[in-house]
């Protein structure tokens, strides 16, 4: 099995990239890894591991980078030469099953979205963010892709959501619907509807949930609208952010907290270890012909080897070819 | 100054919320605060307080309550003689410049909207959530009450929020409009539309916020429709009380832990303080003819009397006169 990986995305690049890789090839003995982007910088970090390793990574040149300031269109019409670019052009080439990136998350969406096409039926593609349940892996979809949604497409992302995660888990999953209020008949114009559609197609449903029921586990798998599920997941990131930076300026205020903040140590770092994407690696997009990961701009080595292992894991289960059959069976298209 | 008190209203009432107004008294000696609901209950709570502070108090006779569990409109239409039907009608009648209460907030909106009524000129009035920034106090505004928003709805409330927080804080204030990117262009098509009203309407506007940003401090008044701002919020809850679930599992592992969490006990109690809602005491209904606060159901006296003080200050600061001026002056209604 071929991945590719994009070696220039990200604030790490090309260092953790390609440290990334190695470390995934240590622990899954059948794969490769392609890494696209500047030549002699990759080759200079592969430098430093062992060749039993990094015979298994072969090197695609690219001559562009997507930095983080491109507007998605812009990167998808002038830098069909970039890593990012490329990497994905393997994917729908079949020369990989799949592609990570810790780039531009807009430009990978865009040029997933056009180079590898949609799956048939699916209206539009969606993140789907793994969610640190206290004992177990949820899912946000969509996060962020598609900003004004009808209800298909809704039902679409539960359908989607559903197969990636009982795969992913390998046992049955339920699903909820993100709202205000938990009654049936609360909510907006969408939610209402949705709320309909989701009861009649899936037994897995469960009803609406609220915001504060996000990281319970109360249910599985989370639909949403991009805009309610962006501004839900920003939320998290920033509340956790918050609480961080006032427990450290409350600490820095008495010496009797700072020694029990030292004391706390490692339950503190369990703590974020819970709540880091590093533990996941990334966010598949899933609707697409062809596997994207979607891994965070600051990924360490640690986030690009989970998110390659997830992209591995997605093809072994046979992820897209599971969600056409589903797709045609129901009433999803 | 009269102030009505729902007596009956919240999860401890009517002991809290009769030693809040009895807290309140002490603070401020220029209000009377007349507490509806069952009298002899209310009597029996108020034999505790000395009669100089009860003196202040009078008694308004209702023999229904509204529970958490009744629907809004069933309670508008048939319990009119409830502790907050009967508080809001005195506002209506003049006997009281504003309405406090701890019960059901559906309720408080919908019987606020029909007995007070609109503003003229405000299409619906917004719940105006205090947000606690680290060095000051924000606002979040529409965080509920309004599930489906058009851009003139978010004019409103960004109008509203900004003469009420500038009134409260008696400094300029800055306005940004919640979305998933910063950019002009970024957003769902409502808020790509209001970002440009905004931007003409008020020199106060900033641009987009993301998720991430409502706790920061960044923007004065966050503006959302009500749907967006109820998940913000509810998530917000929901982080804080995972992170410190999790925080509690894990020290409850560690003796080394337990001995930090003990040391660091007043930075805790300072952090969580400052998260608190009890410190703000309720969020303000904005856009009705008359003052009504929406206190938690959880509230404590503490935040009973806050939320007395909040209405108060409102008051004090002539925000509804203040809102009708400007709405007259601007091309809002």
Redesign the interface.
């Known amino acids: 099995m071929h991945i590719a990986l994009d070696g220039m995305g990200g604030d790490y690049a090309p260092q953790e990239t390609v440290k990334g890789a190695i470390e995934t090839l240590k622990e899954l003995e059948d794969i490769q890894i392609i890494i696209t982007g500047d030549k002699s910088l990759i080759q200079k970090e592969l430098l430093k591991y062992p060749s039993k390793l990094k015979d298994r990574v072969s090197i695609y040149p690219t001559t562009q980078i997507v930095t983080m300031h491109d507007h998605p269109k812009d990167a998808l019409l002038t830098k069909k030469d970039s890593s990012l670019y490329k990497a994905i052009e393997l994917v729908k080439n079949k020369e990989a099953v799949g592609i990570v990136s810790a780039g531009n998350t807009g430009a990978q969406m865009a040029i997933s979205l056009f180079v590898l096409g949609r799956i048939t039926g699916i209206i539009r593609p969606a993140i789907a963010v793994p969610m640190p349940f206290?004992h177990s892996m949820g899912l946000l979809i969509d996060a962020?892709a598609n900003?004004?949604c009808n209800t298909k497409q809704l039902v679409q992302f539960a359908l989607m959501g559903k197969i990636y995660l009982e795969n992913m888990l390998k046992r049955k999953v339920t699903i909820g619907l993100?709202n205000?209020g938990t009654e049936e008949e609360k909510?907006?114009?969408l939610?209402q509807e949705a709320y309909q559609s989701l009861k009649n197609m899936f037994e897995e449903f469960k009803g609406h949930i609220?915001?504060?029921?996000?990281?319970?586990g109360e249910v599985d798998v989370i639909v949403t609208d991009?805009?309610?599920g962006?501004?839900?997941?920003?939320?998290?990131?920033?509340?956790?952010?918050?609480?961080v930076?006032?427990?450290k300026?409350?600490?820095k205020?008495?010496n009797?907290?700072a020694?029990?903040?030292?004391?706390?140590?490692?339950?503190?770092k369990?703590?974020f270890k819970?709540?880091d994407y590093e533990t996941f690696g990334g966010s598949p997009l899933l609707g697409t012909n062809g596997i994207s990961i979607i891994a965070h701009g600051r990924s360490s080595h640690v986030a690009i080897k989970n998110a390659i292992k997830m992209c591995y894991k997605m093809e072994k289960e046979k992820i897209i070819e599971k969600t056409i059959q589903q797709l045609n069976h129901g009433n999803f298209a």
Chains 1, 2 share one sequence.
Not at 210 to 216: A, N, R, S
Not at 259 to 268: C, I, Q, Y
């Open positions: 206290p962020g900003t004004d993100l205000i909510g907006s114009k939610t609220e915001g504060d029921k996000i990281l319970t991009g805009f309610t962006n501004i839900a997941l920003k939320t998290i990131e920033g509340t956790a952010e918050r609480i930076s006032t427990l300026a409350e600490i205020k008495s009797l907290a020694v029990g903040a030292l004391l706390m140590k490692n339950a503190m369990n703590l819970q709540l």
